[in-house]
């Protein structure tokens, strides 16, 4: 089992900054690829970001590239979510989700996930 805990989120304007985190325990965090997903309401959830074991491979949502930034610390078992340039349109509530599979970005091909932060960004 892994376990994961968000945090970082909150109310921002349009153009501001967040940056979350997610902190993990359980099994060893560098066996496992991390992503970021998140949930507007009345929308399906959607992938944001993936990071993969090593953390030197990204893959990004095509809305959040260029103002997103994912990485990881396998020191401190954390993944991080720098969010730039914000838009009213990301938010959402944002989860952070661990997988063993080496591909795929669907939710369903993630194993954990933490409970979610909240996101809103005012216009």
């Known amino acids: 089992q892994v376990q994961l805990v968000e945090s970082g989120g909150g109310l921002v304007q349009a153009e501001g900054s967040l940056r979350l985190s997610c902190a993990a325990s359980g099994r060893t965090f560098s066996n496992y690829r991390m992503g970021w997903f998140r949930q507007a309401p009345g929308k399906e959830r959607e992938v944001v970001a993936t990071i993969s074991r090593s953390g030197n491979s990204t893959y990004y949502v095509e809305s959040v590239k260029g103002r997103f930034a994912i990485s990881r610390d396998n020191a401190k078992n954390t993944v991080y979510l720098q969010m730039n340039s914000l838009k009213p349109e990301d938010t959402a509530v944002y989860y952070c989700?661990?997988?063993?599979?080496?591909?795929?970005?669907?939710?369903?091909?993630?194993?954990?996930w933490g409970q979610g932060t909240q996101v809103t960004v005012s216009s």
């Open positions: 989700a661990a997988t063993g599979r080496t591909f795929g970005v669907r939710d369903y091909q993630f194993d954990y």
